[in-house]
């Protein structure tokens, strides 16, 4: 899932295939995270929020103060976006940037899957959009990931099921987080979009 302006171009194939799935606006498309790397220094870690859609804005940077007293909440970085609209945005200083942020951040140590246990529990269907009946009900799951004795815990609505992209942990730390894909997404009228979840602590 590479930043590069070439690679979101390359969502516009991605885009046709999607076009067949029913839609409830035109400017929609899947919406993608990665993990970019973790600031030891300033217990930061980056991830990318691409979106695939006709709106041709750039990945979207945030990071998690994991020493905070919130450390779960994404703090978007606005000082690499100031005063540019999508049309003007200037994508080779925004990926001379992210070369320079990649090479002093850590990667995040991936986690095996094996063993993992992902939990789909469809609690109630109800209807997705009120003014457009016709596309059908959503499924409101409730979804756990069981890993290394910790659990992840969300809640999907959409037209499918998910999966779990990955699992990582913090270096030097006792954080770990997961990507979740929703297939099928109410947003957009079905289209995937990732969500990152932190575990829940090791119980004492």
């Known amino acids: 899932m590479g930043p590069t302006r070439n690679a ?21 498309g899947p919406s993608e995270i990665e993990v970019v790397g973790y600031d030891a220094a300033d217990h930061k870690l980056y991830i990318l929020h691409h979106r695939h859609d006709a709106s041709d804005s750039p990945p979207a940077l945030q990071y998690f103060l994991l020493a905070s007293d919130d450390p779960y909440r994404a703090i978007p970085v606005k000082s690499w976006y100031e005063g540019a609209e999508p ?28 063993g993992m246990e992902l939990v789909q529990k ?34 999907t609505r959409g037209f499918g099921r998910g ?3 990955g699992i990582w942990k913090v270096p030097g730390g006792d954080h770990m987080l997961t990507i979740f894909r929703h297939i099928g997404h109410v947003d957009e009228g079905g289209y995937h979009k990732d969500e990152l979840v932190f575990f829940e602590a090791k119980a004492p």
């Open 8 to 28: 979101l171009m390359g969502a516009i194939g991605l885009l046709a295939v999607c076009a067949a799935l029913p839609a409830a606006a035109t400017v929609g």
């Open 87 to 114: 049309h003007e945005f200037d994508w080779d200083a925004f990926e001379a940037k992210l070369t320079k942020l990649r090479a002093r951040l850590s990667p995040l140590e991936a986690a095996p899957l094996v």
């Open 122 to 155: 469809i609690v109630r269907v109800e209807v997705c959009y009120e003014q457009i009946p016709e596309f059908g009900d959503c499924q409101i799951t409730d979804v756990e990931i069981r890993a290394a004795g910790r659990t992840a815990r969300l809640q």
């Open 163 to 165: 999966e779990v992209l």
